[in-house]
Each structure stands twice: as C-alpha cells, then as structure tokens.
C-alpha cells in the first residue's frame, strides 16, 4: 500500500476591529436587529460611491509586516462579480492582481519541532451579508448588516502537511492578529474563520493531488477533525482505484464527515476587474514608519523572552503566550510576586483550570493578577502550605479575595512551631508502631506516610519541611 502525504493551504478570513465599514459609516456592531445598521452604500443603491476606511488600510499594513510580507506601495481594489441573495451589489469589492501585500512567513511550534509555512499574499475585501433558512417556514431571510465590514484574507501557500500542523497555524495567526488589537479572533462569531484546501499525494510525489475545498470550519477542533476525515477519505477513494474530484465540502461537526456541497471542476469566473470608483492604494514611506513604530511585541518575541528571562519551558512560554491577555496577567503576576517560574505553574495548571470551568476571560476573572502574586508569595514565604493554597484556589479565583485576608480570618496560617510539630510527630508515630518498626528496618519510603498523617492531623497546615526533619531525627533517618 503506498504512503501518502497531505498537501493543505488554509485562506483565512479576520474581521478587522474598525467601528465602521470599509468603504462606508455604518457600524459594524455584532448581534443588532436585522438590517440596521445599512446605507445606501453597503446596500449597492444606483448613484453611490464608496470612500476607503484608512484605519483598515493600515490594520492590514500591520498585519503583512508582522508575519514578513512585502507591502505593496500601490494596490488596487477590483470588482468579484458573483450572483448571491446576500450580495446587494452583485459584486464584492476586493483585491485582486495587486493587492496589498505578498510573499511572508510565519513560523509555527510543534512537539516533532518547528516548521515554516509561506504566506501568497494578504488582502482587503468587504464581508458579504448573511442568509437566514427557515425550514420550518419554508422561507429564507438576509440579514445585510455584515455586509461591507472590512476583512482581511490571508493566504497561505501549500506547505502545511498535517491537521495538527494547520491548528498551530491558525493558532499562531490569530494570536497575532489579537496581539495587534485588529481583530478580536472569535471563532463563534465568525470575526476569524477559515476554508482549508486539502490534497493527497504518494509521498515522495512533487505533483499536487486534486483537492477539495473545506467548509463550515468554526473552531480548532472541527478545522482537525475535518482535515484528518478528508484526508481519509481521499486515501480511501485513491486506493479504490478511484479518482478524487475536485469540489467544495461542507463539514458537519455532528457527524464528522465531510459532504459534498458543489462540484469544482475548474476555477470560477469571477470576471475581476479594477473598482472605477476606487482610486489606487498608494502607501508612502512615512506612514508605513508610522505604522511600523506602533508595531507591540508579537507573541513568538514574546514567547522567545518569556524562554530567556522567566526561564520558562517552552510548552509553558507558548501557552502562556498564546493569548495576550494571559501574557499580560502572568507578566503583571510575576513581577509583584517576584518568582515568575512558580507564577507559570500556578497559571498553567489551577489558574486555567478554573478559567475554563468557569467559561470566563482572563480580563474577567475575579483574581487579577496582584491575588495571584499574594497567593505565591504567602506560600513562597512559608505563611502556608501548597496543599491550603490549592484548597483555597477556587475560592480566592472566584470572589477575587485577598488571599493573606482569607487566611488570617479562616486561621489557615502553616505551622511552624517546632515543639507543636513536634507533639504531632510523637502521636503520630505512637499511633503507628508497626511502620516505625518497618522504616527502621529499611523501608525508607514510609516517610511519606508519616509525612502524610502528620499533615492530616494537622489539616494540612504544619510546614511539611519542618516535619521531614523532625522526623528523620527521631526514627534516625
């Protein structure tokens, strides 16, 4: 049986964080009533003319310099003529021979190690409207306040060779668009979305297979799932000695396959050509400078410091990193607290646990950064066990308490009273005289039990290292 190789390129759609249009006033408001927030320019009216949002042009300035494009010093928008409900116009205005910027990179983090996939080009173009199907009506609604919010599509070249090496990608990309503040990469709402074209080929093979364009991907999980089913199913027809056709699929997240929506036999005809009522984007040196100084540090720097100065693993640097709210709590955290390693594992593994049961933000959540430091430091400082501060975590994580206030009312401060320790200890191995016996024989390893009945009687609260000593030096250990 021959081995195959999956050849995938993902077009990505980011909705960029203007308050209004691109070529008009209207907001661009999620969630309003229907048909609200619409003109007569984004609703294609005889006479109109569109006027270019400057906020969006540089958005994707700063975008194509952040994964290395080469920014174009002229672009042109063009005309995308297609018949939909959703359309007003009849056309999209977007780019097309000459857009915005081309030809950058972006490097992505994986356990079998790193890769580099190429990005063909970034351009703008306007959101279409939104059709509404009602089954049970037997009608279908449009929605046309989407129409005419301002996009970028990125590109990218087929280097990408697996399901999980295209989630790190998407990844990657929309934390930089979140890093830049040009989009707020919710998938839900459809501000971040992307279609995945998908191909086999035996390996070793420089010819592409025909691929099939994916659909309906609105999450990281349904974009791998649906990427490893198709390449299956590829594999699958191939070895039944049947070729695969080119087409569009939609994936269904409920059943998880992938189901042909239309035949793609050949490019469609969109009949480009060059918007007469939009003049060329012209970009000058200056205001790409401008746009350039306003650059913040994007996350593979940031990921790259965290490694170096915070002395961090990668699996912890790339997480926490991954999201630049949660680079700035742990940022925020580690400097009050001084002990930036234990702030990550604090963050990495109770800290996110809650955030997620909890459905909540990082900018939501009830303990800012400053509890967190306290919390650390209150262990760090032997004020408390580590056992009490993760009883407590969930407590402090959802009033947002001052954790030195919850102890001192809750009368949870460790102890580390040598003589109370040490009444503890003689209880305990007066309570146990069977393993006192047996560690002094060589069974060495029940000092965590002692350990262990020492801090329940103690309810967690004794200095654990305090007690390891006591301990050796009574049973001689």
């Known amino acids: 049986m021959a081995e195959y190789e999956a050849v995938i390129g993902l077009e990505v759609h980011a909705q960029l964080l203007t308050n209004s249009k691109l070529f ?234 992938t189901m042909s929506m239309r035949g793609k036999e050949e490019a469609h005809d969109y009949r480009y050509f060059p918007d007469p009522d939009l003049i060329p984007v012209m970009l000058d040196e200056a205001w790409i400078e401008r746009c350039k100084s306003e650059l913040p540090e994007l996350p593979e720097a940031r990921r790259n410091r965290f490694i170096e100065e915070y002395d961090l693993p990668e699996r912890d640097a790339d997480l926490l990193t991954s999201e630049r709210d949660l680079a700035d709590y742990f940022e925020e955290a580690a400097r009050l607290s001084g002990a930036p390693k234990k702030v990550g594992n604090w963050m990495m593994g109770d800290f996110l646990r809650e955030l997620h049961q909890t459905h909540a933000a990082v900018t939501d959540a009830a303990m800012r950064p400053a509890q967190l430091a306290e919390l650390v430091s209150l262990v760090e400082e032997g004020v408390i066990s580590g056992k009490i501060a993760k009883d407590i975590f969930p407590d402090l994580f959802g009033s947002g308490e001052s954790p030195k206030s919850y102890v001192e009312a809750k009368g949870l401060v460790q102890i580390s009273d040598s003589s109370a320790l040490e009444t503890q200890v003689d209880e305990v191995l007066a309570a146990n005289p069977d393993e006192v016996a047996a560690y002094k024989g060589g069974k060495t390893k029940l000092m965590g039990f002692f350990v262990g009945q020492v801090m329940r009687a103690t309810k967690g609260q004794a200095n654990p290292g305090l007690v390891n000593q006591i301990l050796k030096d009574k049973l001689g250990g």
């Open 24 to 257: 008009c006033s209207c907001p661009t408001t999620f969630g309003d009533e229907p048909n609200t927030n619409v003109c007569e320019v984004c609703n294609g009216m005889p006479g109109v003319l569109p006027v270019l949002n400057r906020r969006a042009v540089e958005f994707a300035m700063k975008m194509a310099m952040a994964v290395d494009c080469t920014l174009n010093r002229r672009s042109v928008f063009a005309r995308k003529n297609y018949f939909y409900p959703d359309l007003p116009k009849a056309y999209q205005i977007s780019q097309y021979e000459e857009p915005i910027a081309e030809h950058g990179k972006l490097t992505v983090h994986l356990e079998s190690g790193d890769s580099t996939i190429g990005i063909t080009r970034i351009h703008m173009e306007e959101d279409a409207g939104k059709s509404i199907h009602s089954p049970g009506e037997n009608v279908s609604y449009v929605d046309l306040n989407r129409t005419g919010t301002p996009l970028l599509e990125i590109v990218s070249e087929p280097d990408i060779r697996s399901a999980e090496e295209a989630v790190a990608y998407l990844k990657s990309l929309r934390a930089i668009l979140v890093y830049l503040g040009i989009c707020d990469g919710n998938l839900e709402e459809g501000s971040f979305r992307c279609d995945a074209n998908v191909s086999i080929r035996p390996k070793g093979q420089e010819e592409f297979g025909t691929r099939a364009e994916l659909k309906n991907l609105n999450s990281f999980r349904n974009v791998q799932r649906a990427i490893e089913y198709e390449i299956m199913r590829q594999q699958d027809v191939v070895e039944d000695g049947e070729a695969v056709i080119q087409e569009t699929r939609l994936y269904d997240a409920g059943k998880n396959v």
